[in-house]
């Protein structure tokens, strides 16, 4: 059996026992379930309408998207091997529509590469099976803290712009070659777009923890990745900010 804690503070398995808020926020909170295994995603309901959540759920893909596009979720768990269309599908084509819904992956495909291609189309989490309903709802809340904000599958400041999941980077209509190294740097510089970013924070989240490098390997690659997106193009998206580290223009430069 997939749930490794047993539900609880439930007495009526198909009632929440209390309504579970955001923060500053009181009333129901609504989770669309897509899992094509009926057993399993009764199981989930349950398990999370003990949890206090307010659940409905589809069977396949193609009533997900539906579902999720039209009723007013504050978050969808989505399994990825769905009939009609996969998970990573109705991913896809709700961040393309600029639908910013909290999605968590449920899946038993446990590879590292299964979880970054659903967390690059646009998942703000990944869980795999087996799985408990415990942290599966504490992974919940922590979306709706978060918040339905923007996060596009594409980044882009301004012209340029950066696929995650094709590892692609254009500057309108040109595209731009990068190492590995360089095209990390300029991501986490995307996704921070319009704030400075020190160079120890790109130390950190760039270069493996176990290697030995200094602040000074920063400079060097922000210097690369400022030839290679800026200097052809006459821009200066890539700034350096004295004393502080580094500002990637949210409009491009």
């Given at each position: 059996?997939?749930?490794t804690?047993?539900?609880?503070?439930?007495?009526?398995?198909?009632?929440?026992a209390?309504?579970?808020?955001?923060?500053?926020?009181t009333?129901?909170?609504?989770?669309?379930?897509?899992?094509?295994e009926?057993?399993l995603?009764?199981?989930?309901?349950?398990?999370?309408?003990?949890?206090?959540f307010?659940?409905?759920v589809?069977?396949?893909?193609?009533?997900?998207?539906h579902?999720?596009r039209?009723g007013?979720?504050?978050?969808?768990?989505l399994?990825?091997?769905?009939?009609g269309?996969?998970?990573?599908q109705?991913?896809?084509?709700?961040?393309?529509?600029?639908?910013w819904?909290p999605?968590?992956i449920l899946?038993?495909?446990d590879?590292?590469y299964?979880?970054?291609d659903g967390?690059?189309?646009?998942?703000?989490?990944?869980?795999?099976k087996?799985?408990?309903y415990?942290?599966?709802?504490?992974?919940?809340?922590?979306?709706?803290r978060?918040g339905?904000?923007p996060?596009?599958a594409?980044?882009a400041?301004?012209?340029?712009?950066?696929?995650?999941?094709?590892?692609?980077?254009r500057?309108g209509?040109a595209?731009v070659?990068?190492?590995?190294r360089?095209?990390a740097?300029?991501?986490?510089?995307?996704?921070?777009?319009?704030?400075?970013?020190?160079?120890?924070?790109?130390?950190?989240?760039?270069?493996?923890?176990?290697?030995v490098a200094d602040?000074n390997?920063?400079?060097?690659?922000?210097?690369?990745?400022r030839?290679k997106?800026d200097?052809p193009f006459?821009?200066?998206?890539?700034?350096?900010?004295?004393?502080?580290?580094?500002?990637?223009?949210?409009?491009?430069?």
């Amino acid at each position: 059996m997939y749930p490794t804690v047993p539900y609880r503070r439930c007495e009526h398995p198909e009632r929440p026992a209390a309504a579970v808020g955001r923060v500053g926020h009181t009333g129901t909170v609504r989770v669309l379930v897509v899992e094509d295994e009926r057993r399993l995603a009764s199981a989930v309901r349950r398990g999370l309408t003990a949890e206090g959540f307010v659940v409905d759920v589809a069977h396949d893909g193609v009533d997900g998207l539906h579902l999720a596009r039209e009723g007013g979720y504050d978050a969808v768990v989505l399994d990825l091997m769905l009939p009609g269309l996969s998970g990573y599908q109705v991913c896809e084509r709700l961040r393309a529509e600029r639908n910013w819904v909290p999605v968590l992956i449920l899946s038993a495909k446990d590879g590292e590469y299964d979880q970054a291609d659903g967390l690059d189309l646009g998942a703000d989490d990944y869980m795999t099976k087996p799985f408990s309903y415990v942290v599966l709802a504490a992974r919940l809340r922590a979306l709706l803290r978060r918040g339905a904000r923007p996060r596009p599958a594409v980044l882009a400041a301004g012209d340029l712009r950066l696929d995650p999941a094709a590892r692609t980077v254009r500057r309108g209509e040109a595209g731009v070659e990068l190492t590995a190294r360089e095209f990390a740097l300029l991501e986490y510089l995307m996704r921070r777009a319009g704030q400075v970013v020190s160079k120890a924070e790109l130390l950190e989240h760039v270069w493996d923890p176990d290697a030995v490098a200094d602040l000074n390997v920063v400079e060097v690659y922000a210097g690369y990745v400022r030839r290679k997106i800026d200097t052809p193009f006459g821009r200066n998206a890539l700034q350096t900010v004295r004393g502080a580290g580094y500002r990637l223009a949210a409009d491009g430069g």
